[in-house]
Structure formats: structure tokens, C-alpha cells
């Protein structure tokens, strides 16, 4: 199995300004990936965090505006940049374990005012 | 604490009845199938998964099938209990990619 921390767990932040959320797993994971969930929505993938090199962007999503990074095997960021209240939702971190099973972090619960 | 699936489906059941949560997926060439748990202010949690090559799957209290001819899902819940109550997902898969395609979820409540 595989343990994902999420920091922050909520924030609240103005329109304009920039985020950014860590993840990190407590073991070796195969991938990692950024997902969005809009209030009362389902699950969209942003984003697959490439180690060592620029993330796999889905359509609709940028690296100008979600850069991300993946220094190491066990650790991810996410920034949302240049915030507007339409990007209000909860981004969670996901990994694939060495054992090729699906995990979700607890989930960044953003808010933009 | 902050709910998800608000605005979503919602199934009410009695405590001690059995629910059953649909899910139509949208592609053909999809073979992988994993129904998720999401409890409020936590991220999924997988319950049960089933591969295309069979139409039905039992975990403890749980039934997943799969009726690949129109493109059907459901996840049966025996004996409903109030830890039962969350937001449930499918998500479809295909072989060789790591991409999830998740369903608009479901909210089950159980009533007392």
C-alpha cells in the first residue's frame, strides 16, 4: 500500500496570487498524478508527474498555469497560478504503486476569494 | 468539514438493505473498471475492481458487474451500513495507460 500526505489540507487565497500543494508517499510509486475535483463534481486529471522532467499535461490543462514538478520518486507538487474563483476546488495527489494499485491523497480543499 | 458531491445523485437505503449503484462508461476499448469509496473531506478509496474478461466480481459485501454489452457497471453493497454513507465512483481504465476516466459519482445515504 501507499500512504500520500497533502499539505496544505485547505487554504484560502485572493484572486491573483499563487499556490503551491505538496505531496508526498511514504514508499516508491510507480506514477504520480494530479487530479482536480470542482464542487459536486467527479474526478479530472490534470496532470502525470514525471520525474525529472515536464509533467504530461491533459487537454485543457497548461504548464503556465498548473506547473508541476517531481524532484523524486516520493514527492510531487502542484501550483495553481494566478488564481480565479473558478478554480476553487479539490486538487488531489494520486499515485500507482509498485504493485500497480490506484491511491488518492486526502485532498487540498482551495477556495478563491 | 466540506462536502463533496453535492450537487450529485443521491440513493437512499434503509440501514440493513442492499444497495446497488450504477455506472454507464463511455469507452468500448476501456477493460479495467474499480469502484471508489470518497468519504467527506477524504480523497477515494478503492473498494473492488473487475477486468473486462469477467461479468462479475464478490469482495466482503460487495459485488461488482459488468455488462460490457452496453456499457454498465454497478456496484451492490450487502447489508447497508451507516459507514456504507459516502460518495461512490466508478472509473474506467484501458490496458497500457494509467489513465482514469471516473464516472459523476453517486452519494449514498443510509437511513437509520
Known amino acids: 500500500s501507499a500512504v500520500i500526505s497533502q499539505k496544505p489540507s485547505r487554504d484560502i487565497c485572493q484572486r491573483g496570487t499563487s499556490l503551491t500543494i505538496q505531496c508526498q508517499v511514504d514508499?516508491?510509486?510507480?506514477?504520480m498524478f494530479w487530479y482536480r475535483q470542482q464542487p459536486g463534481q467527479s474526478l479530472t486529471l490534470i496532470a502525470t508527474a514525471n520525474q525529472g522532467s515536464e509533467a504530461t499535461y491533459e487537454s485543457g490543462f497548461v504548464i503556465d498555469k498548473f506547473p508541476i514538478s517531481r524532484p523524486n520518486l516520493t514527492f510531487s507538487t502542484l501550483t495553481v497560478s494566478n488564481m480565479s474563483p473558478e478554480d476553487s476546488s479539490i486538487y488531489l495527489c494520486?499515485?500507482?504503486?509498485?504493485?500497480?494499485?490506484?491511491?488518492f491523497g486526502p485532498g487540498t480543499r482551495l477556495t478563491v476569494t | 468539514g466540506e462536502s463533496v458531491g453535492l450537487h450529485l445523485p443521491t440513493l437512499s437505503v434503509q440501514e440493513g438493505d442492499n444497495s446497488i449503484i450504477n455506472c454507464a462508461y463511455s469507452?468500448?476499448?476501456?477493460?479495467?473498471f474499480i469502484w471508489y469509496k470518497q468519504e467527506s473531506g477524504k480523497g477515494p478509496q478503492f473498494i473492488i475492481d473487475i477486468r473486462s474478461n469477467m461479468d462479475k466480481r464478490q469482495g466482503q459485501r460487495v459485488t461488482v458487474l459488468l455488462n460490457k454489452t452496453v456499457k454498465h457497471l454497478s456496484l451492490q453493497i450487502a447489508a447497508t451500513q451507516p459507514g456504507d454513507s459516502a460518495v461512490y465512483f466508478c472509473?474506467?481504465?484501458?490496458?497500457?495507460?494509467?489513465?482514469?476516466?471516473f464516472g459523476t459519482g453517486t452519494r449514498l445515504k443510509v437511513l437509520a
Open positions: 514508499s516508491q510509486v510507480t506514477m
Open positions: 469507452n468500448s476499448a476501456s477493460d479495467y
Open positions: 472509473a474506467e481504465n484501458t490496458s497500457g495507460t494509467y489513465k482514469y476516466i
Open positions: 494520486s499515485v500507482v504503486s509498485l504493485d500497480y494499485e490506484q491511491y
